[in-house]
């Protein structure tokens, strides 16, 4: 007899995974099976029906009036800036706390990425600073809706429109994320860029992007470039990319979105529960901003002084808590770009929120039990570090 393995049970106590996809994936497990079905039954794999029907929902659901279907959150962001022209001997704002793919999407193009620095108290591109580095050269503004809650649109707006400089978002980890006006992110901008990496809230069973956008021209292109610059078969335009996203995936991401904002809503009650758990404690669970409507809570990321960070996040994972960084390093401290000859110190609250934070296992379907162990350990911690 075959044994299947055991999934991590609910009621376990003792090992919490920092995400659980295998559950939320038992649970839509027929009508997964079923969207995926009918796909290997049309067989159009490239560019099916699937994938202009979720591009309808997603730009619904954005508030926007295109969306397009792209190969990964990385193209999408590559795309736009392909789209907007921008090239050799260009700037691109963006800031040093975020994943490597926002610099590398600049990169690309052969514009260089100038990285500013993040406020502490958010860890979200400060205003300030973006406004600081503009030069005659800045061609685009990219502002990272980071862990789930929006950048500082009220004031990133202002600068861009008084050096009408575009704003593109990166909202690879901002789904159904709003401002208090109740605008969602990936309607703020000229464009954004959206991510379905499996981890990320609305997740496909692969790599998988999209770009949201309400402007025509913009979406011709993207659409143009993602299809190696052809609308006629064997016809091209312009030199463009193979990057579409996959029917199947479109079909996983159509299934799945029906559930997202039920799915959000369980994030803030998971993080309310932590921030209860952890309220007495020196650990500070990084703030909601004010601008901020709904926080989608993509991670949920906690601030230790510095010294107990390391020792937390080890003992933690002896007690079987997954734990991860989000990030370890700052993009201009990564040997991939020490070419910025950008120095240790430059950009301050990004390298001390780097030695600081620390993302604790968030998912929709995560027990009370599993938090209040997680929480139990990490006071345990707390308390057993010697203070320097
Ligand atoms: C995930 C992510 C990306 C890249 O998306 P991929 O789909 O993995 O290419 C870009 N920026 C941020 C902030 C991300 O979190």
């Known amino acids: 007899m075959i044994v299947p393995p055991t999934p991590m049970s609910d009621d376990s106590p003792t090992s919490v995974p920092f995400q659980d996809l295998p559950q939320q994936i038992r649970s839509l497990r027929s009508e997964l099976d079923a969207a995926i079905g009918k796909v290997l039954d049309h067989g159009r794999f490239i560019l099916g029906e699937e994938v202009t029907c979720f591009e309808k929902k997603w730009a619904e659901y954005c508030g926007t009036k295109h969306a397009i279907g792209v190969g990964s959150g990385t193209d999408a962001l590559h795309l736009i800036l392909r789209a907007l022209g921008i090239g050799p001997g260009d700037e691109v704002i963006t800031v040093a706390n975020t994943f490597i793919a926002t610099a590398e999407a600049i990169s690309y193009t052969g514009a260089a990425p100038v990285l500013v620095d ?36 009220p004031a990133l707006q202002q600068i861009s429109a008084h050096h009408t400089i575009p704003l593109i978002e990166d909202a690879a980890q901002a789904h159904g994320a709003t401002l208090v006006d109740g605008r969602r992110c990936g309607s703020l901008g000229l464009a954004a860029g959206f991510s379905f990496y499996p981890g990320k809230n609305l997740g496909a069973f692969g790599d998988a992007g999209a770009i949201t956008t309400n402007c025509d021209t913009l979406a011709a292109k993207v659409r143009l470039l993602r299809n190696w610059g052809s609308t006629i078969k064997y016809h091209h335009d312009v030199a463009g990319y193979n990057s579409r996203l996959d029917t199947l995936q479109a079909a996983v991401l159509s299934t799945k979105l029906p559930h997202l904002d039920k799915w959000t809503g369980l994030r803030n009650q998971v993080v309310s529960k932590y921030r209860e758990a952890l309220k007495n404690t020196q650990i500070r669970v990084i703030a909601k901003a004010p601008w901020t409507g709904t926080h989608a809570y993509h991670l949920l990321v906690v601030q230790l002084p510095q010294n107990l960070r390391d020792h937390v996040a080890k003992t933690l994972a002896s007690s079987g808590i997954q734990t991860v960084i989000h990030y370890p390093i700052p993009i201009h401290r990564q040997p991939a770009y020490h070419h910025l000859q950008i120095p240790a110190g430059a950009l301050p609250n990004a390298e001390s929120l780097s030695t600081e934070i620390l993302s604790l296992p968030l998912f929709p379907e995560i027990t009370e039990q599993q938090i209040d162990h997680v929480a139990t350990c990490l006071s345990q911690a707390i308390a057993h570090t010697p203070r320097r």
Do not use: F
């Open 118 to 153: 993040c406020d502490k108290t958010y860890g979200l591109i400060d205003p300030t600073a973006v406004e600081s580095a503009i030069t005659a050269r800045t061609r685009a503004i990219i502002p990272v809706h980071l862990y789930g809650q929006p950048a500082n649109w």
